[in-house]
Nanobody, 121 residues
Framework: QVQLVESGGGSVQAGGSLRLSCAAS????????MGWHRQAPGKQRELVAT???????NYVDSVKGRFTISRDNAKNTVYLQMNSLKPEDTAVYYC???????????????WGQGTQVTVSS
């Protein structure tokens, strides 16, 4: 059984910072790409940032220069450092991972339960 557990969400004022963490656990043989999505009430889910196994990163334009995605392979953890937060960043943030289970030859995608980020003006 694989679990992805997010933490670090909360409420901050505009201009503040938060760091989200997502730890993957279970019978994981290998982690491939990891990423963060977010979904605000009444809006579609949006891809925020990705990081591949070589630590190459991609960001949606709206967070470039403010957010930084990183990973610690030894801890099976992906992070999202969020600086200069804006009210429009308010959403539930979900982490995701493409991983290979022990004993499997097929990659599969897993999702965390989400963590709320609220930014007040």
């Amino acid at each position: 059984q694989v679990q992805l557990v997010e933490s670090g969400g909360g409420s901050v004022q505009a201009g503040g910072s938060l760091r989200l963490s997502c730890a993957a656990s279970g019978s994981i043989f290998s982690l491939n790409d990891m990423g963060w999505h977010r979904q605000a009430p009444g809006k579609q889910r949006e891809l925020v940032a990705t990081i591949d196994s070589d630590s190459s990163t991609n960001y949606v334009d709206s967070v470039k220069g403010r957010f930084t995605i990183s990973r610690d392979n030894a801890k099976n953890t992906v992070y999202l450092q969020m600086n200069s937060l804006k009210p429009e960043d308010t959403a539930v943030y979900y982490c995701s991972a493409r991983l290979l289970l022990s004993g499997s030859i097929q990659w599969a995608d897993y999702w965390g339960q989400g963590t709320q980020v609220t930014v007040s003006s």
